[in-house]
Every structure is written in structure tokens, then in C-alpha cells.
């Protein structure tokens, strides 16, 4: 028993003693983008947009639908009256029911265009749901170099370190000997003290990366990530991608279907001025107690009757002009939208062109600050250099690690922020899209409102499919 004790608290120290790093779970950036399209909420807000303009065409497709109801009534009165004759006056009870359908329509036939507006409603909604995913997963793909960039910072400061902490022992050694006087091993402290503490705040702020990264990843265990190949791809002529962005953005493509909506909206309210018609048949059949040789105990009639509107107060003048408006409006944002591509198109292009171009010349730089430091603690150690040419050495060997680390960041960063901004970027990813059937669930019999992802107030299943 003793022996099976000491075997467990040994294997509990080991536990202990083990990082927390080594059961952290790998991530790649295709893995970062799924995450955050399963479980961010800004997405899935976007989601239900579609969900309620799906919604919204259903409600005009009911439009166009005839209404059927049913009625019964019953009426019982306090005694039977007769007249002198023996003919009933008054039943002791009469009961009427039946069923009736109308259907009501403009002879400009407004409510197959409400249908059409609604259909492109949802396909607006899908381009702007695809916009929101683009700008969110740019947004992810940010945090996941920053953190990359910020783990590189940290192995920067840790070889700084390493590199100070030699030093130093060197200026100890040459005071010890009477080589050097003691400021050099004061400043060499000073150095080294500094370093830590911006290790400190390296550490720091990667801890503060990783947690941005986590939110919006909706990542909540301990975690790595996996660096991404560096594959240098050719960019296509700006021309290309101009032409590109104006037939694949997700937002311009969105706000032509608005302009789309906004002409049909004007058909639409044109409408009012054009007669309706109204249909309706119907059976009702009829029992009294006492029965009457003249009661009609069974009918079928229709009805067809015709509205013309003929003074309206200038309200549909005034929804007409509103419409109108509106166009205007669609068509001026579409136009600026567009001039505004061409500028981040070019301007995305020129930052990865520029960034590209500088990564050679910082990785020049580095290879030489880096051979110009040892060179120099070389001759520092034989007494041919000072300590100042060995900290302004290594000084300028870290700023170079740094602006070298930054220039990766921002070149891959500008790449997606390119591919973004030339409507290729969830083309390229390749990443499984929710149809407008996924996105909305059916309704269950006598259930007021319809289970959606991430909401679901009865806790049921989600097994339905939605079928128009």
C-alpha cells in the first residue's frame, strides 16, 4: 500500500511538472476560418437576415394564395312563436356553417412582382452574408499573424537575452581581470535587466493575442498554431483583379440586387392605381328546430366584385416619389462602392507588391547585423571593440529580427486583405457554404416561431428540413 502511494505521488509531480504547452491543441489557419464560421456570433447574425428575408418571401408567395376559412354559428331563442295560421315566426334554436375561399388580386398584378423583390431580397441577403464572412475571417486571419508575429517576438527577446547574458559574464570576466573598468559590467547589467523586461512584455503580449485570436474563434482549450507554408504565388495584373472585384465582390454584387429591388419597388407601388378584383364562393348549409318547409338548408353562391380606386389623396403620388428616391439612392451608393473598390483593389495590390519587394532587403539586413554582432563580441572579447560597439551591435541586430518579423506579418496580411478586396477570398478557402434551406427550419404544428441555429428556446431537435 505504501509502495502503490509513493508510486502515485510521484506520477502526480511528473503530471505537475510537465507544461501545460504540450497538451495545447494544434490549429491551422483553414481550421481557424471553420471555427469561426461555425460558432461566431456576427455571422450568425448575418445568417438570420437571410432567415427573415427567406421568411419574407414566403409571406408573399402566401399573397398570392386564396384564403379558405370555415364558419358555424348557432342561435337559440327562448320559446317557439307561431302565428294565428300555425306558420313559424320564431324556431327554438336555428344553426348555420359552411366554408368559403376568396381571393383577392391586382389587375397590375403587384403581388407576382412582391414575390419577385422577395426572391431577390434573399439572394441580396446571401451576398451580404457572404460579405460579412470575408470581413470577419480577414479579421481572423489578422489575429493569426499577429499571433505568429508576436511568437516571433518572444523568441527574439529570449535570444536577446541569451546574447546579453554572455555578454554580460564577458565584461564580469575582463573587470575580475582588471581588462575593462567597472561601468562596462554596470551597462552590461543594465542591458541585460532591460531585456528581460521586454521579454515581460513580449510574453505579455502574446498572451494578449492568442485571447483576441480565442474570441474570435470562439476557442476555449489551450492552443498552437501551425505556421503556414510560404508559398509565393504570382499576382495578377491590377487590371485583373479591378475586373475581378467588379464581377465577384459579395457587397457590390448585393447592392445591384438592391437597385434591382428598388426598380421593381416602384412597379410595385404603381399597382395601387390599377383596379382589384375580388373573388369568393362559398357552402352554407342551414337547420332550425322546428323545421320550415321554406328553409333553404343548402347553397352555393360566388361572388366577383371589382375595386377601382378613383381618389387617393396623393398617397401612392407620394410612395411613387419616395420609390423613386430610393433608386437614386441605390444607384449613387453602387456607383461610389465601385470607385471605392478600384481604390482598395490598387492599393491592396501596391502594399503586397511593396511589402514583398522590402522582405528581401530586411533579410539581408538581418544576415548582416547578425554577422556584424558576433563579429564584434569577438573583438570585444580580445579587447579590439568597446562595449558600446557590442551593444549598439546587438541593438541593431533585435530591431532587425523585428522589422523583419513585422514585414512577414503584414505581407501575408496584405495578401488576404488583396484577395478580399478582389472578391476571391472565400472562393479560394474553398469552405462549405449554408444553403437558404439550411439556414431556416420549419416550424413544427402549433409552433409560433422557428428554430434557427443557436437559437432554439424549447431545446428541441433541429431534424426538420424547410421546404418552400
Avoid at 158 to 173: F, G, P, S, T, V
Avoid at 314 to 338: H, N, P
Avoid at 392 to 411: G, Y
Avoid at 433 to 451: E, G, M, R, T
Wanted: hydrophobic share 40%.
Amino acid at each position: 500500500m505504501h509502495r502503490w502511494c509513493c508510486m502515485m505521488s510521484v506520477m502526480l509531480c511528473l503530471a505537475l511538472l510537465v507544461p501545460h504547452s504540450l497538451f495545447a491543441k494544434d490549429y491551422t489557419l483553414p481550421d481557424l476560418y471553420r471555427l469561426a464560421l461555425e460558432r461566431a456570433e456576427k455571422i450568425k447574425v448575418s445568417e438570420q437576415d437571410v432567415v427573415l428575408a427567406a421568411l419574407d418571401k414566403d409571406k408573399a408567395v402566401a399573397g398570392l394564395m386564396p384564403r379558405i376559412s370555415g364558419f358555424a354559428s348557432h342561435t337559440q331563442y327562448s320559446r317557439k312563436i307561431t302565428n294565428d295560421w300555425g306558420g313559424l315566426v320564431q324556431p327554438r334554436h336555428t344553426g348555420t356553417w359552411g366554408a368559403k375561399v376568396e381571393e383577392q388580386l391586382s389587375l397590375s398584378m403587384r403581388e407576382i412582382t412582391a414575390v419577385s423583390m422577395a426572391n431577390k431580397g434573399v439572394e441580396k441577403g446571401m451576398f451580404d452574408l457572404d460579405n460579412v464572412k470575408e470581413e470577419y475571417l480577414q479579421e481572423v486571419a489578422a489575429g493569426y499573424y499577429e499571433v505568429l508575429k508576436t511568437q516571433k517576438g518572444l523568441e527574439i527577446a529570449d535570444a536577446n537575452l541569451k546574447r546579453l547574458d554572455a555578454y554580460r559574464l564577458a565584461a564580469q570576466k575582463r573587470v575580475q581581470f582588471g581588462e575593462a573598468p567597472r561601468a562596462i559590467l554596470l551597462r552590461a547589467e543594465s542591458e541585460f535587466s532591460n531585456a528581460q523586461a521586454e521579454r515581460i512584455k513580449a510574453e505579455n503580449e502574446l498572451a494578449v493575442n492568442k485571447a483576441a485570436l480565442a474570441r474570435m474563434t470562439g476557442i476555449v482549450e489551450e492552443y498552437r498554431l501551425v505556421p503556414e507554408a510560404e508559398k509565393p504565388r504570382p499576382i495578377p495584373p491590377l487590371a485583373e483583379l479591378r475586373s475581378a472585384a467588379h464581377k465577384q465582390r459579395p457587397d457590390l454584387r448585393a447592392l445591384d440586387y438592391e437597385k434591382q429591388i428598388a426598380e421593381q419597388n416602384i412597379s410595385y407601388l404603381k399597382g395601387q392605381h390599377w383596379p382589384s378584383i375580388n373573388l369568393s364562393g362559398g357552402s352554407q348549409m342551414s337547420h332550425q328546430n322546428p323545421s320550415d318547409e321554406d328553409l333553404n338548408r343548402e347553397s352555393l353562391y360566388g361572388t366577383f366584385s371589382l375595386n377601382i380606386p378613383i381618389f387617393q389623396g396623393g398617397m401612392v403620388k407620394a410612395d411613387v416619389a419616395q420609390a423613386l428616391a430610393r433608386l437614386r439612392q441605390a444607384e449613387l451608393k453602387y456607383q461610389d462602392l465601385k470607385k471605392n473598390i478600384d481604390v482598395q483593389v490598387e492599393t491592396a495590390y501596391r502594399d503586397v507588391v511593396s511589402q514583398q519587394a522590402m522582405l528581401k532587403y530586411l533579410e539581408d539586413q538581418r544576415t548582416y547585423t547578425n554577422e556584424n554582432y558576433h563579429a564584434l563580441v569577438r573583438q570585444f572579447e580580445l579587447g579590439l571593440a568597446s562595449n558600446l560597439d557590442v551593444v549598439d551591435a546587438n541593438a541593431l541586430l533585435v530591431t532587425s529580427e523585428q522589422k523583419l518579423a513585422q514585414a512577414k506579418c503584414e505581407c501575408q496580411v496584405s495578401l488576404v486583405r488583396l484577395k478580399k478586396a478582389a472578391g476571391m477570398f472565400l472562393s479560394e478557402l474553398g469552405l462549405p457554404a449554408k444553403s437558404v434551406d439550411s439556414l431556416i427550419q420549419k416550424p413544427p404544428l402549433f409552433k409560433p416561431y422557428p428554430k434557427m441555429d443557436g437559437w432554439d428556446p424549447g431545446q428541441t431537435s433541429r431534424n426538420e428540413s424547410y421546404g418552400h
